[in-house]
């Protein structure tokens, strides 16, 4: 089974939908990331969370919103979608001890807003 | 801010070709730098890194040498194959600001033919 599972894997919904996205981990990692990718625009951070009750702004937040609910789930919500947000979606993990810089991705979540 | 900059794709090899991906970065102080890859569908994978100045990452034949004096790190590969056909992230995690955030390069894709 994989260490890092997102859920769903492709998601196709309205402008104005709330939709959510799901991140569970079985890596028993504190840290939590979310990012989107975009074509020639790499991957930029929305949110990050290095615990449960520790929850960070990324580059690009602005129309997102995220629920730790415990240690290994991490969700990512669009509370009213627009089509400038579609793109992959990746949930991503890192361990919290020193020289830990690994960071294990999800295998993305396809979104499109019509 | 911290910014990494790669060469545009597409790059197109001949297999057992040798690669040459151009990775070059901005931060402060000696950021720790990664090279990711990407596999069509998946999500990203580690495929190697380097702590500090001098140091060479190496994995699957792969090899990238940090170098401060150049501000870069250029992935290569003696001889690609067709199965090394994916897209390949730069990243760099800066000391500063806490956490393992990582600021991302746009990606290459390498397409290998027979």
């Known amino acids: 089974d994989a260490d890092v599972t997102q859920t769903p894997r492709n998601r196709i919904t309205k402008t104005g939908k709330r939709i959510m996205l799901e991140c569970s981990q079985t890596?028993?990692?504190?840290?939590m990331y979310w990012y989107r990718q975009d074509p020639g625009l790499g991957l930029r951070l929305i949110y990050y969370?290095?615990?449960?009750?520790?929850?960070n702004k990324g580059e690009i937040s602005d129309g997102y919103s995220v629920s730790r609910q415990a240690q290994a789930k991490f969700s990512l919500s669009l509370e009213s979608a627009i089509p400038n947000q579609t793109a992959l979606y990746f949930c991503?993990?890192?361990?919290?001890?020193?020289?830990?810089?690994?960071?294990?991705f999800g295998p993305g979540t396809r979104l499109t807003v019509t | 801010g911290d910014s990494v900059t790669q060469m545009e794709g597409p790059v197109t090899l001949s297999e057992e070709a040798f690669l040459t991906i151009n990775c070059t970065y901005t931060?402060?102080?000696?950021?720790?730098l990664f090279w990711y890859v990407q596999y069509p569908g998946e999500g990203l994978q580690l495929l190697l890194k380097?702590?500090?100045?001098?140091d060479k990452g190496s994995n699957k034949g792969f090899e990238a040498t940090y170098r401060k004096e150049t501000t870069s790190f250029h992935l290569e590969k003696g001889s690609v194959q067709v199965s090394d056909s994916a897209v390949y992230f730069c990243?760099?995690?800066?000391?500063?600001?806490?956490?393992?955030?990582?600021?991302f390069g746009t990606g290459t894709q390498l397409k290998v033919e027979l």
């Open positions: 380097a702590t500090k100045a001098d």
């Open positions: 890596k028993g990692h504190d840290r």
């Open positions: 991503a993990t890192s361990a919290q001890e020193a020289g830990a810089y690994e960071q294990y």
């Open positions: 990243a760099l995690r800066a000391l500063t600001g806490g956490g393992n955030k990582l600021t």
């Open positions: 969370s290095f615990d449960v009750k520790d929850i």
């Open positions: 931060a402060t102080g000696y950021p720790s």
